[in-house]
């Protein structure tokens, strides 16, 4: 399957400051992506090259087989920039009515998508009433206009209530399931991981780290966290001197290998152990492993 | 097409909304009833019926009230987008930056149509309310309604290419009207300054007639006061410029919208979102 979009060793500098070296990537037709980085680590400058909306200095972009900001680009691809803004003084309908205008679409569609992000009540209403959240909805209406071969969302989820995040993200695999590729940034590492196929770390504008969770969680290879809670802490503490006890419980970490014979050294204890409890690296854990190990 | 009458009539809501359209027919109502009442004194003397007296008043009116509102309703276009962030969104919708232009176009000159034509209109009914001979003067109140909205046309892409060129509003707004002060009052103060001095020299003969020319507002004021001779002398226009011939003055009303526009487009397309 031809991919949707392609970047290869993509570099960006602005005025002297580096914002992408050699990223290179690849979104199938059906994938999500998720971009995840630290403030400033390049998400939004990914974007907006591939919109074509600002140039690059090396390496290669293709959307949808065209060069980024070609007529044939614009037609298949779908944003939701990062603080989504309209003009204040047009209703939520009237907007979302020139958007299908501009798309060659019919314009009294406008309805029917304002209610498929839950937010006909307030269609009629100018866009300078909204709350932040209504606006990020009027943002993610637009950006469903058509039928977009590519979706690149940024932060689509900032500002929106739990309920309506979930709401997003089913919305997000009813349009995966038709076909369309997506790609979206996010600070929020829990619902990214439930709701995407890949997920791409950015750092400092380096592509660090790429893969589904569990190959992430294989290459980071962090420790495994063991709480102990002891019956007779004298024989434990024996038994596993490098534990520290903290909050009643002995506390200390393996490695993923070492971890089932560790567990039974630890049952081998008998009675003198009450509870065992094993935390898997956390996902903040696993990020900032991976946008940590370059330099910082 | 589509996209562009798309961007027009959202251009024209917003423009309603922000009471663009009522300001706009408000002053051109308000300055022509001014006029027309200051104008009331007998003009029999001059030989001209009174529509085409007021026709002279109202081209002085145009030069300097028609640029004005061009440019306060363009000035805010481009940066404006740019300042709410609008811009980037607008750019990755398969619609090219002059489309954009020439829909905003579209919904600014039609509101200043419907000022200019609300205003002349007062004018000419309060004309023809008090001399039967007045309806003589329409076709020259005709010819001043479609220059004004030529030079409406221009100042509107002058206007356009100041806010792509500024990228803030209030940069923009400054430059506006440091514009129209230096294309619309200094310019032909430094003309009249020049004629002057040069008392008759090379200047008043060779260069003056094509500076004139090449200053819309000027050329504006050339052709409807030469077009209407009759009334020439009621505006006490100089002699240079009677002899400037129509189709002079003509060609430049009609080519500057074209210049203007080209100007903005290629300003808008430096903007990088
Ligand atoms: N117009 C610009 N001029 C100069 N530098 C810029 C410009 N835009 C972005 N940068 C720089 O490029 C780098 C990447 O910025 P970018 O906005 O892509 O980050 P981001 O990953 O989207 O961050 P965030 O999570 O905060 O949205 C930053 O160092 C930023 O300062
Ligand atoms: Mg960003």
């Known amino acids: ?296 | 097409m589509n996209r562009i009458l798309a961007t027009a009539s959202a251009e024209f809501a917003i423009a309603f909304r922000n009471r663009w359209v009522l300001i706009a027919v408000v002053m051109m109502v308000l300055f022509s009833m001014v006029l027309s009442a200051a104008g009331s004194a007998p003009s029999g003397a001059l030989g001209a019926d009174r529509l085409s007296v007021t026709v002279a008043s109202l081209t002085s009116l145009a030069v300097y009230l028609v640029p004005l509102v061009a440019l306060l309703m363009s000035f805010d276009a481009i940066a404006g987008e740019v300042e709410r962030g609008t811009l980037p969104l607008l750019l990755t919708y398969p619609i090219s930056r002059a489309e954009v232009l020439l829909g905003k176009l579209m919904a600014h000159l039609a509101i200043l149509s419907l000022a200019v034509a609300a205003g002349y209109g007062v004018a000419a009914v309060a004309a023809i309310a008090v001399d039967e001979n007045a309806a003589s003067g329409l076709p020259s109140l005709w010819r001043l309604m479609w220059s004004s909205v030529l030079l409406g046309a221009t100042f509107l892409g002058v206007g356009y290419a100041i806010s792509a060129l500024s990228r803030r509003p209030s940069g923009a707004a400054g430059l506006a009207i440091g514009l129209w002060l230096v294309m619309i009052v200094l310019f032909d103060l430094g003309l009249l300054a020049a004629v002057v001095a040069d008392d008759g020299g090379v200047f008043t003969t060779q260069v003056f007639p094509y500076a004139l020319l090449a200053n819309p507002a000027d050329a504006f004021r050339l052709f409807n006061l030469a077009a209407s001779e009759a009334t020439a002398a009621a505006a006490g226009v100089s002699g240079a410029a009677t002899s400037i011939p129509v189709w002079q003055s003509l060609t430049s009303i009609v080519v500057w919208p074209v210049l203007a526009l080209i100007l903005a487009v290629a300003a808008f397309r430096k903007v990088t979102p």
């Not at chain 1, 990062?82 to 569609?109: C, D, M």
């Not at chain 1, 909204?130 to 932060?155: F, H, N, T, W």
């Open chain 1, 1 to 296: 399957m031809t991919p949707t979009l392609t970047l290869k060793q993509l570099t960006k500098t602005y005025a002297g400051v580096r914002a992408l070296s050699e990223v290179s990537l690849r979104v199938a037709p059906g994938e999500r992506v998720a971009l995840l980085g630290h403030n400033g680590a390049g998400k939004s400058t990914l974007m907006k090259i591939i919109l074509g909306l600002i140039p690059h200095d090396g390496g290669e972009v293709v959307v949808t087989g065209a060069a980024p900001g070609s007529a044939t680009a614009r037609g298949n691809t779908a944003y939701l920039p990062e603080n989504v803004a309209f003009h204040p003084a047009l209703t939520g309908v009237e907007q979302i009515r020139y958007y299908l205008s501009l798309r060659g679409e019919n314009p009294s569609q406008a309805m029917a998508l304002l209610e498929r992000v839950g937010l006909h009540g307030a269609a009629k209403r100018r866009i300078g009433t909204y709350s932040k959240g209504m606006r990020q909805r009027v943002g993610l209406a637009q950006a469903l206009i058509g039928k977009p071969k590519l979706l690149v969302l940024d932060e689509p989820t900032s500002g929106l209530d739990p309920v309506s995040r979930r709401d997003f993200y089913s919305l997000l695999d009813g349009l995966a399931a038709d076909g369309a590729s997506i790609l979206l940034s996010s600070h929020a590492l829990t619902e990214v991981e439930a709701r995407t196929d890949r997920i791409v770390i950015l750092s400092k504008g380096q592509l660090v780290a790429e893969g589904s969770l569990a190959e992430l969680r294989r290459q980071a290879a962090l420790p495994v966290t063991l709480h102990v809670i002891a019956r007779d802490l004298a024989a434990v503490q024996a038994a596993l001197p490098d534990a520290v006890l903290t909050d009643g419980a002995l506390v200390l970490t393996c490695s993923q290998e070492a971890k089932l014979a560790v567990l039974t050294r630890i049952t081998g204890l008998g009675d003198a152990v009450a509870d065992i409890e094993v935390l898997p690296p956390s996902l903040e854990d696993m990020y900032s492993h991976f946008s940590r190990r370059d330099g910082q």
